[in-house]
């Protein structure tokens, strides 16, 4: 009898109720952006162990050229946001630049209408670029 249940239980198991040895865990916590952070050329990446890639905590002042790859994730405090701007430096930019596959996701750390400024371009670079790049929860206090 013991090896009969034996028997059915390995034949019961297939190839198919493997389990991922290595499933991607979204784990690794957010960088927190220095308010200074984007006073030289920057590259954001994204971490695909992160469900979240940055946070901004205050309203960062670009005076450099800022690229974000696909996919990343930026969440903002209350009233922080970016400000792009050209004046007294010689470049400022923002190029973001997500596909349909993995877009660029600008958000409040809590889900409400208003909550972070928003993005203000000051600057007359040609090379500004948002493509396939969501905002939410923006809209807050004005940059002025």
């Not at 590259?43 to 996919?71: F, H, R, S, W």
Request: proline share 4%; aromatic share 8%.
């Amino acid at each position: 009898m013991f090896l009969f249940l034996a028997l059915v239980l390995l034949a019961s198991c297939s190839s198919d109720d493997s389990v991922d040895d290595n499933p991607i865990l979204q784990n690794d916590p957010p960088i927190i952006l220095d308010c200074d952070y984007f006073k030289e050329d920057r590259i954001l990446t994204k971490n695909p162990n992160a469900a979240v890639d940055y946070i901004i905590t205050c309203v960062m002042l670009a005076q450099a050229d800022i690229k974000i790859e696909p996919g990343v994730v930026i969440e903002f405090e209350e009233n922080a946001g970016i400000q792009i701007d050209d004046f007294n430096v010689t470049k400022a930019s923002l190029v973001a630049k997500g596909t349909e596959e993995k877009p660029i996701i600008f958000r409040g750390k809590v889900s409400s209408k208003g909550y972070w400024k928003g993005i203000l371009f000051d600057t007359g670079s040609i090379k500004n670029e948002l493509d396939h790049v969501q905002i939410h929860h923006a809209g807050g206090q004005s940059f002025n």
